[in-house]
Nanobody
C-alpha cells in the first residue's frame, strides 16, 4: 500500500523559509519520479518541482526557480522541498507525488501510468 505523508508546512512572513518533507512508503524513490505540486484556493493545481529517479535531474516551475530546491534521500525514502524567499503567491496546499510509467517532468507527471498523491501540507505566507 502506497502512502505519502507530507509535513513541514506552516505560516511564515514574506521572505521567510520552510522545508517540506514527504515520507514515502510502498514506493521506491530510486525508480519513481517524485514531485511537489501545489494548489491555492480557487486555482488549478500547479507543478512546483520534480526530481528524477537517479536524482540527477530536477525541474522547476518558473515561478519558484532560484528560490526552491527539491531533493530526496533514497535510503530514508523521503522527499524534500526547501523553500526560501517565500511570498504570498506561494500560499497553497503543497502535495507530494510519486509517478512511474511516463515522462518525469512537470507537465507529464500527472498522466503517468502510476501516480500517487499525499494529502498535502498547508503553506501560508503573509505580507
Amino acid at each position: 500500500q502506497v502512502q505519502l505523508l507530507e509535513s513541514g508546512g506552516g505560516s511564515v512572513q514574506a521572505g521567510g523559509s520552510l522545508r517540506l518533507s514527504c515520507i514515502a512508503s510502498g514506493v521506491n524513490l530510486r525508480i519513481h519520479c517524485m514531485g511537489w505540486f501545489r494548489q491555492a484556493p480557487g486555482k488549478e493545481r500547479e507543478g512546483v518541482a520534480v526530481i528524477g529517479p537517479t536524482g540527477t535531474t530536477t525541474i522547476y516551475a518558473d515561478s519558484v526557480k532560484g528560490r526552491f530546491t527539491i531533493a530526496k534521500d533514497d535510503d530514508m525514502n523521503t522527499l524534500y522541498l526547501q523553500m526560501s524567499s517565500l511570498n504570498p503567491d506561494d500560499t497553497a496546499m503543497y502535495t507530494c507525488g510519486a509517478a512511474r510509467g511516463g515522462g518525469c517532468n512537470i507537465e507529464a507527471f500527472p498522466s503517468n501510468r502510476q501516480v500517487y498523491w499525499g494529502r498535502g501540507t498547508q503553506v501560508t505566507v503573509s505580507s
